[in-house]
């Protein structure tokens, strides 16, 4: 074992390391999405990777390179299967016959560990999945080591080539393990730091009692209502008394089943939230001003109906509703505010919806009630 050949492996980790991180940027949110050009650009980075580590190995005297560059294939085989990690290798596989010296037996040599290796990668798959962020660092490297177990075994082919493998082997396989073990912690890594901001972002954003979008996903969402949308506000009548003779065991239960009525209720470009307390938000796409009231009866004569069980047995709901117009957001969630305060006044168990002086033109495309039509 030279220390040229130690050298040189040093370098090509060095460079696998470096563009297997920029390899890592390509995975910007989870869950992942299912573009092709994702995919093309993680299998034109491992191209180019491959090509890199190849051309950056010094020829030896019998003019043989030995590189690292059967770890991204491996990577790729394990992300998109075999047929796209092989093609991503042949490239590198090839490279040798713009050279002078082995030419075609070198590529067959590369052809033969890409096959080798490639064939290992792709029995491995279920074993580990490169999108998944909790397998032990100890797995990738034991599976590391079974994997690269046949590189470089295409040099007995060679002449001269036992003696070369037997020179190149132990160091080409320890820098190969090392290597793919530092590329998958790396990725691995990165899908766990996207899984945990996922998770966080959607805390941030979801009640945890009734399962629906709270009021700061609310406020988000608020400012891409357009004229010809709707809101309804909701709140649960004598809900305090509810919490008073039950217990707040029995008020979190009703809030649950809330928040399951309303979003089987909608259409799914409608949305339901947790706006605080008792009192829950609906925000209605393309929906004809007449129809805003008959959606939010539909929706307080499915609560009325249905059975929250003992106790409390029957829940009713009062609603305020007003239409998005050509007013401001603030002027609309104000107006179905005091719409809603009316209903509560007229007895609750009620709908009032504002009417603004100005309505805007129906939009295209309206269609009757905002409910699924099992609700019709």
């Keep these: 074992m030279s220390l040229t050949l130690l050298q040189s492996l040093f370098v090509n980790l060095s460079v696998l390391v470096t563009l297997s991180f920029v390899m890592s940027l390509t995975y910007r949110s989870w869950p992942p999405p299912r573009h092709w050009h994702l995919k093309t650009a993680r299998l034109t980075l491992t191209v180019l990777t ?9 020829a030896d005297a019998s003019g043989l390179r030995i590189s690292l560059w059967l770890v991204p294939i491996a990577v790729m085989i394990l992300r998109y299967g075999l047929g796209n990690g092989l093609l991503a ?12 010296g082995p030419g075609a037996a070198a590529v067959t040599v590369s052809l033969i560990n890409l096959l080798l290796v490639g064939g290992l990668s792709h029995l491995f798959r279920w074993t580990l999945d490169m999108s998944d962020p909790h397998g032990s660092l100890q ?14 075994m295409g040099l007995v082919l060679l002449p001269g080539g036992p003696d070369a493998l037997e020179r190149t082997y132990v160091s080409g396989w320890v820098f190969n393990m090392v290597g793919f073990w530092a590329v998958a ?23 945890a009692l009734s399962g629906l979008p709270n009021r700061r ?10 004229p010809g949308d ?36 909608l259409r799914g470009r409608d949305r339901a939230y947790r706006y605080g307390g008792e009192e829950f938000a609906v925000i209605l796409r393309r929906v004809q001003p007449g129809r805003i009231e008959e959606v939010a009866h539909r929706l307080r004569e499915l609560i009325a109906s249905t059975d929250f069980g003992e106790p409390p047995g029957q829940v009713t709901v009062s609603i305020g509703g007003s239409p998005f117009g050509l007013w401001s957001r603030t002027r609309t969630l104000w107006d179905a505010d005091e719409a809603l305060y009316r209903a509560k006044q007229g007895g609750r168990n009620a709908v009032t919806i504002s009417a603004p002086d100005l309505f805007p033109h129906e939009p295209e495309g309206t269609d009757a009630p905002a409910l699924n039509p099992t609700l019709s």
């Design 217 to 226: 996903q609310f406020e988000l969402d608020l400012p891409f209502t357009v």
């Design 230 to 265: 709707a809101l309804l506000l909701i709140d649960v009548d004598h809900f305090k008394r509810v919490n008073d003779l039950y217990g707040h065991p029995v008020g979190d239960e009703v809030l649950k089943r809330m928040g399951t009525l309303l979003s089987d209720a």
């Design 89 to 100: 290798g042949l490239p590198a596989a090839l490279l040798p016959l713009l050279e002078t």
């Design 50 to 58: 491959s090509l890199a580590l190849v051309a950056l190995a010094p």
């Design 139 to 152: 797995r990738h490297a034991w599976i590391a080591a079974l994997l690269f177990l046949p590189v470089n």
């Design 185 to 207: 912690s790396m990725i691995t890594g990165r899908v766990a730091l996207l899984q945990s901001t996922d998770a966080y972002r959607e805390q941030a954003h979801q009640d």
